[in-house]
C-alpha cells in the first residue's frame, strides 16, 4: 500500500511562471490537505479538498492559489505568477475521513529564483 | 496568532533516558491532538494521538498526556534512541473542521 505521493520533489520556477504540484492520496483515503512550510516555521493549513469539492480554502492565498482534486487523478496545487515568497516545502496529506489520522507525502520543495 | 505553542524549540536527552516534548493550545475547541515526527527533506510521519476524552494515550515507547484544565499536552519517549532524533510537532483540531494547526516544532537530538 503505498503512501502518500507527491511528485515533483522539488521545482524550480523563474519568477512569473506557473508551478503545478501533484499530489496522489493512499489507497482509499478521500480526504486530501494542503499545508505549506516556510523555512524555520511550522506547517500552515492551506485547502482540504475530498472528491469534487472544496470542503476549506481558509488557509490559501487568495490571489494566485487554487487547488482541486479531480474525480479521476491526483489532486493539484497551481500557483500561478510565482514569486519568491512562494519558495516553501509544500505537503499533502490525506486521511480516510475527517478527524482522522493524516498521513503526509515527502514534500514538494519549491524554490523560486 | 500562534494558537498551538512548542516553546522549546529544542532538546537534548541522553540515550535511555526520557524524552518530554511540551506542547499547548489557546484554542478551547480543539478537541483532537497529534504528534508528528519529522527528518530533513521528508513529510511529517504520524506518531500518536488522543482525543479530549482521554487524558493519556500509549503506544510502545511513546505515550502522551492531555491536561485539558491546562491546556497542555506532552509527549515522553522512554527509552531514548538516537533514530529519535528529529523534529517533532504536535497539532491540533476541533471537531468540526479536518484542518489542524501545527506548533513551530521542537528539535529533539537524542546524544549517546
Known amino acids: 500500500n503505498a503512501g502518500v505521493m507527491q511528485n515533483p520533489r522539488h521545482l524550480v520556477r523563474r519568477r512569473g511562471q506557473e508551478a503545478r504540484l501533484r499530489c496522489s492520496p493512499m489507497?482509499?483515503?478521500?480526504?486530501v490537505y494542503w499545508y505549506r512550510q516556510l523555512p524555520e516555521e511550522g506547517l500552515k493549513f492551506m485547502v482540504y479538498l475530498q472528491k469534487e469539492n472544496i470542503i476549506d480554502e481558509s488557509g490559501m492565498p487568495k490571489e494566485r492559489f487554487s487547488a482541486e482534486f479531480p474525480k479521476e487523478g491526483p489532486s493539484i496545487l497551481r500557483i500561478q505568477q510565482v514569486v519568491r515568497g512562494d519558495s516553501a516545502a509544500y505537503f499533502c496529506?490525506?486521511?480516510?475521513?475527517?478527524?482522522?489520522?493524516?498521513?503526509f507525502g515527502q514534500g514538494t520543495r519549491l524554490t523560486v529564483v | 496568532d500562534q494558537q498551538v505553542k512548542q516553546n522549546s524549540p529544542s532538546l537534548s536527552v541522553q540515550e535511555g533516558r526520557i524524552s518530554i516534548l511540551n506542547c499547548d493550545y489557546t484554542?478551547?475547541?480543539?478537541?483532537?491532538f497529534l504528534w508528528y515526527k519529522k527528518y530533513p527533506a521528508e513529510g511529517p510521519t504520524f506518531l500518536i494521538s488522543i482525543s479530549s476524552i482521554k487524558d493519556k494515550n500509549e503506544d510502545g515507547r511513546f505515550t502522551v498526556f492531555l491536561n485539558k484544565s491546562a491546556k497542555h499536552l506532552s509527549l515522553h519517549i522512554v527509552p531514548s534512541q538516537p533514530g529519535d532524533s528529529a523534529v517533532y510537532f504536535c497539532a491540533a483540531s476541533p471537531p468540526t473542521a479536518s484542518k489542524l494547526t501545527f506548533g513551530t516544532g521542537t528539535r529533539l537530538q537524542v546524544t549517546l
Open positions: 484554542n478551547s475547541m480543539f478537541d483532537y
Open positions: 489507497k482509499g483515503h478521500s480526504h
Open positions: 496529506a490525506s486521511s480516510i475521513g475527517g478527524n482522522t489520522e493524516a498521513f
